[in-house]
């Protein structure tokens, strides 16, 4: 199809030299990066291999290579779409692999590196951590004994591989710096707040209900942070109390971080020896996690300046895309080739109101860096998926929470059908007025939406098929689910944490653990009186008196049972 850019999309895909975009949601930023690389390719010469892309996930390469190919073919270049295999879209993990594998003996590397997934990092690292932690904690050091008898081996885990991780991927030093989190006295109120709710949730269970209260003794008064360093038996399980078990982390957190100030020398000593245990297992096994790649990469380019100048002058345009998601480690990286001797295109894309927080230690704040030292960037701001009424809603809400510093979207696209009613209505929650009340201020959003669905179901603006709720998080969403099945409304519910207990999921399950072993007795049972296909107790009765004391399936494996019914077969 002939894709037309409008006026913001035709500026950033003609600017040269280092660019920011600010591309908000729907505004077609990954348009504009096929046409900026199938532009450069086919209308200004460029080589194929001579352009880096980077994005974030291995999924968005793909799907990035694809669309270049498809618009090089419409473009009639099937040479260069054939040529594509070669080109350097990948990931940033991937960019550094392929950089690694091109000089291996000057990174320091064997040739024969193999990248580590995170279940393998994650096997390596606890073994590392276990090594270290039973060398460190002897009996005979008095203040080592007490690290491992305040934190404990969990707790010192979690703590030392979590520092270790976060400074890493920010390609910093080892060394502990210990900032200040929430008070430890805000914590113990959203807690006991939490109790309190689950205490009187006439809907949860005995034993949830006496978690909560112990736990509310155990923390009455002014605890020491010692004392709620470990809360773990007072933990109560099941979804009713997945707020209350959020709170109780969290204090718990926030007495570690409390601890970890008074014993920062001896935890800085356990962080290097960890360090250099799991780097000794990485060696051992000739591979690297992904922060090794990137960190390795780095070194290569820094400390080699004639590779540095070699893969600078390879690259004569550089995209980045999902800039929001990048951390600084990896921003040293593409400086590094960007800043180098020569002259490139360097292309940053991304809107920071679409980064995920955290995952992969991406850091927004180097967006925003970057954003303002190019003096706001392009801008992205015409819409394409969302209607003007939603967009305007959005930008209404969203203007007032973050401020000059959010940009508002302008609703571009096309839509057959017409809005009735009212597009959008904001339920409001206070969260405060539930306070001390009993009622937790989830549990009544839960009805608050409950009833508004039924008024729209019994009105005839929609059927319960047509109305969908969104979560940021599913861990409650069993209360909304609950509080509309209390209405009559019939529910699918595809998130939160009891997902796989449903029975269509259980069912379906069932059905795959069929397929791979026919044998399974538990699995076959279950599918056979599944909707899927709804035999009846006499079936299953002659099914497993047929096959005697061997597997069920053997019962009809050769022939169908003669006193089966007709129904049945």
């Given at each position: 199809m002939n894709w037309t850019p409008n006026q913001e999309q035709r500026a950033a895909i003609d600017a040269r030299g280092r660019v920011f975009v600010s591309a908000g949601a729907g505004t077609g930023k990954t348009a504009v990066l096929v046409e900026r690389f199938v532009e450069a390719v086919c209308d200004r010469g460029l080589d194929v291999e001579s352009i880096l892309v980077i994005t974030y996930t291995k999924r968005a390469a793909g799907e990035l290579r694809a669309r270049i190919r498809a618009e090089l073919r419409r473009r009639g270049r099937a040479d260069l779409a054939r040529s594509l295999d070669g080109a350097y879209i990948s990931t940033i993990h991937g960019f550094c692999n392929r950089l690694l594998k091109a000089s291996p003996f000057e990174a320091g590397l064997d040739p024969r590196f193999?990248?580590?997934?995170?279940?393998?990092?994650?096997?390596?690292?606890?073994?590392?951590?276990?090594?270290?932690?039973?060398?460190?904690?002897?009996?005979e050091d008095e203040e080592r004994a007490r690290l491992l008898t305040t934190y404990s081996a969990r707790g010192l885990r979690r703590m030392i591989t979590g520092i270790y991780e976060t400074l890493r991927s920010a390609g910093r030093e080892l060394v502990l710096e210990l900032g200040e989190g929430p008070p430890i006295g805000e914590r113990l109120e959203e807690l006991r707040d939490a109790a309190r709710c689950l205490v009187e949730d006439d809907s949860a269970t005995e034993l949830q209900r006496g978690s909560a209260a112990a736990l509310m003794n155990a923390v009455s008064?002014?605890?020491?942070?010692?004392?709620?360093?470990?809360?773990?038996?007072?933990?109560?399980?099941?979804?009713?109390?997945?707020?209350?078990?959020?709170?109780?982390?969290?204090?718990?957190?926030?007495?570690?971080?409390e601890l970890a100030m008074?014993?920062?020398?001896?935890?800085?000593?356990?962080?290097?020896?960890?360090?250099?245990?799991?780097?000794?297992?990485?060696?051992?096994?000739?591979?690297?996690?992904?922060?090794?790649?990137?960190?390795?990469?780095?070194?290569?380019?820094?400390?080699?300046?004639?590779?540095?100048?070699?893969e600078a002058l390879r690259f004569k345009a550089i995209m980045v895309d999902e800039f929001q998601d990048t951390n600084r480690l990896q921003c040293?990286?593409?400086?590094?080739?960007?800043?180098?001797?020569?002259?490139?295109?360097?292309?940053?894309?991304?809107?920071?109101?679409?980064?995920?927080?955290?995952?992969?230690?991406?850091?927004?704040?180097?967006?925003?860096?970057?954003?303002?030292?190019?003096?706001?960037?392009?801008?992205?701001?015409q819409n394409y998926r969302s209607r003007a009424e939603v967009l305007e809603a959005v930008n209404y809400l969203f203007r007032g929470d973050f401020g000059e510093g959010f940009q508002s979207l302008t609703a571009s696209g096309e839509f057959p059908d017409p809005?009735?009613?009212?597009?959008?209505?904001?339920?409001?929650?206070?969260?405060?007025?539930?306070?001390?009340?009993g009622t937790h201020w989830?549990?009544?959003?839960?009805?608050?939406?409950?009833?508004?669905?039924?008024?729209?179901?019994?009105?005839?603006a929609a059927t319960s098929g047509e109305i969908v709720l969104l979560f940021a998080a599913g861990t409650d969403a069993e209360w909304y689910e609950q509080e509309l099945r209390a209405l009559g409304i019939p529910t699918y519910r595809a998130t939160g944490r009891g997902y796989f207990g449903q029975q269509q999921v259980v069912d379906l399950l069932n059905y795959l653990r069929l397929l791979q072993n026919r044998y399974d007795d538990q699995a076959l049972v279950s599918v056979l009186a599944s909707p899927f296909v709804g035999v009846s107790n006499d079936t299953l009765f002659l099914l497993r008196r047929a096959a005697g004391r061997r597997p069920i399936f053997t019962g009809l494996e050769r022939s169908w049972p003669e006193e089966l019914g007709a129904d049945d077969e």
């Open positions: 193999r990248e580590l997934d995170d279940p393998q990092a994650s096997v390596l690292s606890s073994e590392a951590f276990d090594e270290v932690l039973a060398a460190f904690c002897s009996p008064g002014e605890p020491r942070a010692d004392d709620l360093l470990d809360l773990s038996a007072h933990r109560a399980r099941g979804e009713r109390s997945a707020s209350f078990e959020e709170a109780r982390v969290a204090v718990e957190q926030a007495a570690l971080d008074r014993d920062r020398d001896l935890l800085q000593q356990l962080l290097n020896g960890f360090a250099e245990a799991y780097a000794v297992a990485k060696r051992r096994e000739s591979a690297l996690d992904f922060e090794d790649l990137q960190l390795a990469a780095r070194a290569l380019l820094r400390d080699n300046p004639e590779i540095r100048e070699r040293d990286l593409i400086d590094l080739l960007a800043d180098a001797p020569g002259e490139r295109d360097v292309f940053f894309v991304g809107d920071e109101f679409q980064s995920i927080y955290g995952f992969r230690h991406a850091d927004v704040a180097v967006f925003r860096e970057r954003r303002e030292s190019a003096g706001g960037g392009l801008p992205l701001v809005v009735f009613g009212h597009p959008v209505e904001l339920l409001v929650t206070d969260k405060s007025t539930y306070s001390g009340t989830r549990r009544a959003e839960a009805r608050h939406v409950g009833g508004r669905v039924r008024e729209l179901i019994e009105s005839g």
